[in-house]
């Protein structure tokens, strides 16, 4: 079934943002609001408004600017607090109601950038192979090494021709301005480097999860954080909602229903 697209108009950093979502209501006051990774887009939660196991669910997935059929805008830096800051916007928008936050890959980076108060504002938080050490993020390390003339001779073709050839690298890269993936790939690398995001995790006072597949059991995260805030998806990589989407939407349904009331 075809997704009907809308339009989300935020203010954010007195800048203002024309993001392109997807959206169900159904009429719960609980919303799982869903965040795309480096060089991904909302494609990546498409199953998700197909499964019975969220049936019930709210659901909402945006693409962040630069990627997608969310526009670019002009001299935008990308920096992840910036992005943080997107995110804070569109939360407050609906604070009326109890927000699971999904985040996968940069979006779980990003989110841990967000205010504790806000945080702590969640109903919970499943984080999906976020990077949290700068180790644990060898793409955006690659595109790093490039000054950004080279970065799209070189890099960017590379990259392309990775993802065409490999099904299980479930990027969305026809839809990514390189220059959004370039400034988020650097901005990321800065805030893993700099920032103490496995605390910020651990310290963020709402239900919380890491998400990883079976195949990543060596990021070095898993060994940072507690057993009991960790599910293993098997005969899944970096992008197990595509990898085992049984397996994941079965375990992510599990954690809802596990949520403190």
Known sequence: ????????????GGREFNLAAWQRDTGSDELLICVHGLGCSKKSYAEAFERGELRN??????????????????????????????????????????IVLLAHSMGGSLSMLLPGPVLSRL??????????????????????????????????PQLRARVASDPAEAFDLDHADPAAFYLSARSLGHWTRSADLVSAFLS????????????????????????????????AGHFPMQDNPQAFYRGLAALLDTRPG
């Open 204 to 235: 963020a006072n709402c239900p919380r999860c890491f998400v990883y597949g079976d195949r990543n059991a060596h990021l070095g995260e898993l060994a940072a954080l507690p057993a009991s805030e960790q599910l293993r998806i098997p005969g």
């Open 57 to 98: 669910w709210s659901l909402l997935a945006f693409d962040l600017p630069g990627f997608g059929r969310s526009p670019r805008p002009d001299d935008y830096r990308h920096d992840l607090k910036e992005q943080a800051a997107l995110l804070r916007a569109l939360l407050d928008t609906h604070a009326s109601r109890r």
């Open 1 to 12: 079934m075809a997704l009907a697209e809308r339009r989300l108009h935020l203010s954010a």
């Open 123 to 156: 109903a919970g938080m499943v984080l999906v192979e976020p990077r949290l050490l700068a180790a644990s993020s060898t793409l955006s390390a690659e595109a790093n090494r490039f000054e950004f003339d080279d970065f799209l001779k070189i890099f960017w």
